[in-house]
């Protein structure tokens, strides 16, 4: 099976998300080139920091484009906290404009809360997937951010999670998973993600 590819546009995390995948025994590489997307098995699309910065990288190296690309193909593909807010057409953190896969925006979290939302909270599901095969609703996983996805069509909503206000901390359509917390950061139920992925999702299309 050709390697997992995880996208390298100079978000942080890159190297936990590797170790993950590298842990449950599939290989995994990073890459900065969008024709390397074409032959992965699959892509994950990570990442930490601020969506301004991380667009304009995407859009300077051509993977945007390749992003979209790769999503409309049907390969296997994995987002990961801003990996899933620039998934939308719009966020409200220097009103940046997505990749608008997903229809929505992203809106920073409310007044009165404390920002950024760290730490563990409960995901629940309200769709079946595979990549939840085993993962009780209610699970807790380990979440850091100050912004969160607000589909326009719920029917991207896979599951959702409260602080404050109730958001989508998982988005799925198909081939297509994100997830606004870190499976990599939240222990074994955060590593089953990544293994049912790679069992359901990528070994299935190969």
Excluded at 4 to 14: F, T
Excluded at 50 to 59: R, V
């Amino acid at each position: 099976m050709n390697p997992i590819v995880i996208i390298d546009y100079g978000a942080g995390n890159l190297r936990s998300v590797q170790k993950a995948f590298e842990h449950l025994g599939h290989e995994a590489v990073f890459t900065d080139d969008p024709a390397v997307l074409k032959d992965a098995a699959a892509v994950v699309f990570p990442g930490q920091g601020a969506s301004s910065p991380a667009m304009a990288a995407l859009e300077s190296t051509g993977m945007s484009e390749a992003v979209r690309r790769t999503v409309a193909s049907g390969k296997p593909f994995f987002g990961v906290c801003l990996g899933l807010q620039l998934m939308l057409e719009r966020s409200e953190e220097g009103d940046t404009p997505g990749l608008g896969i997903v229809p929505g925006t992203v809106k920073r979290l409310g007044p009165g809360l404390k920002v950024p939302h760290m730490g563990w909270n409960a995901v629940d599901f309200d769709t079946a997937h595979p990549v939840f095969d085993g993962v009780p609703s209610g699970s807790y996983f380990y979440f850091v951010h100050s912004y969160y996805a607000a589909p326009t069509d719920p029917s991207w909503v896979a599951g959702t999670t409260d602080y404050g206000v109730r958001f989508a901390s998982v988005m799925a359509r198909g081939n297509m998973v994100a997830t606004q917390f870190h499976p990599e950061k939240s222990g074994e139920i955060g590593l089953r993600l990544y293994d049912n992925f790679v069992r359901h999702l990528v070994q299935t299309s190969v």
